[in-house]
């Protein structure tokens, strides 16, 4: 058994993160091949022995969601055929969360169908980032570690050392994770009031609290189109909002998002590295990516170390 034996190896959704995390703990990465067949099925085989091994998976669920997720389960296979002693899923974005409850007839609890295909494919424990729901946790019969990447973008905003601050939730489910920035930085907190027609349409009511004469933060968790968010900027910027920025973990920026983005009052938008840019996104002067890789790499080191990842959190 090489119980003190631990090993990192990466998918091929997020690879930069991936290298960053292991850079931060001194280590390399686990070596494996990784490829598709002629039909476009998945090859996976680890060329390290992981034989009683503390095993992490580092890989998105982003862009050709289905397939990376595909790709993450046989590697957890993989791993469990070979004996590892423990194996780790790190997604940086978990896919399908949005998708979390019965909310209509007919259809799928699709967070928890990945929940359950995580466990039956050997993962053993799951760490990631700022889930969108945090009852999402209770899917798993394994343990769970949300990390919350407000420490980076809170710090990021001391240092630009803004006056007459108001953080701004986009609706009410993100109401205490604007609550905990307005905190950290002894700003204002607001709540944009919105409706949803019909699903991914969302109309701005009113926003609740002062944000007049005020440099705004917008908080949130996902921006997949911008729609809603550029919506938000709008009304802050007609209830007389100085300066708007927004804070968002996960940059999907699909469809129409970068010209949305860049078609709005809003200033900058500060994403984490969860979900990687695009070269055809990464142009857009709007958009400011930090890093959560220092971040990771804490929390595999405390897994590992079977020390406490609470402090980790804010």
Known sequence: MCENKYLIFSG???ARLAKNIVAHLDKTPGEAYLGTF???EIKFQSHENVRGADVFVVQSFTEDINFHIMESLLMADAFKRASARRITAVIPYYAYARQDRKDRPRVPISAKLIADLMETSGYTRMLTIDLHANQIQGFFDMPV?????????ISHF???NLQDVVVVSPDAGGVERARIFSQKLHADL?????????????KIINIIG???DKNAIIVDDIVDTAGTL?????????????????????????????SNLEGSSMEKIYVSDTIPLKENKSGCEKIEVLSVS???????????KETSVSKLFL
């Open 158 to 160: 001391e240092k630009m």
């Open 190 to 202: 607001a709540i944009a009031y919105k409706m949803r027609p019909e699903p991914g349409v969302a």
């Open 230 to 258: 550029v919506k938000t900027v709008e009304v802050l910027k007609d209830k007389g909002a100085k300066r708007i920025f927004a804070v968002c973990t996960h940059g999907i920026f699909s469809g129409k998002a970068i």
């Open 210 to 212: 002062d944000v007049k």
């Open 12 to 14: 091929s959704s997020n």
């Open 294 to 304: 220092k971040l990771f790499a804490n929390a595999i080191d405390s897994i590992h």
């Open 145 to 153: 570690d949300n990390l919350m990447a407000l420490p980076i973008f």
């Open 38 to 40: 002629s039909d476009g």
